[in-house]
């Protein structure tokens, strides 16, 4: 039995948790919420194609994805507490992106970019452990917890 994947074949995402084997996924457009710990610990999954309705991402649904780098989140308005933590995401926009819950990219050791024009809350430890140089916010961002950046030394 293999132990991934063929390369070329794509998972369609349309709720609950997804193999853990899985290297490309689209997610169903009746989806509007990603949910919790949906693709978690998928050390396989390459690639990840949404669309303009997903509302928002649960809690660790890709935490751990060390061969994600990129994801076009720019209609999300809500990221769950430690949704892309221990990722392999190196940059992100995220154009519509309101709350950014706790430890959402704790321990993102690639993450060098973000851009979050519309930001308003910023969780505990959001960016805990990345290497982020190059940051986005609005100026009427509502409230940044404690520990937003700990870690981050290149800022």
Avoid at 21 to 27: E, K, L, S
Avoid at 93 to 98: A, G, P, R, T
């Amino acid at each position: 039995m293999a132990d991934h994947q063929p390369e070329g074949e794509v998972y369609v995402y349309r709720g609950g948790r997804a193999p853990n084997n899985i290297t490309h996924a689209i997610i169903d457009k009746s989806v509007k919420v990603i949910d919790e710990r949906a693709f978690h610990m998928n050390r396989y999954l390459l690639s990840v194609e949404t669309h303009d309705g997903i509302d928002g991402i649960a809690g660790s649904a890709f935490r751990g994805c060390y061969s994600l780098t990129n994801l076009d989140i720019r209609s999300v308005r809500i990221l769950g507490s430690y949704a892309f933590a221990d990722s392999g995401l190196t940059e992100v926009d995220c154009d519509n992106l309101e709350i950014i819950e706790d430890s959402v990219f704790s321990c993102c050791r690639s993450l060098g970019r973000i851009t979050v024009p519309k930001v308003k809350r910023i969780g505990a430890c959001a960016f805990e452990n990345t290497i982020l140089t190059d940051v986005v916010f609005p100026k009427e961002v509502e409230f940044v917890e404690i520990n937003a950046f700990y870690g981050n030394s290149s800022l």
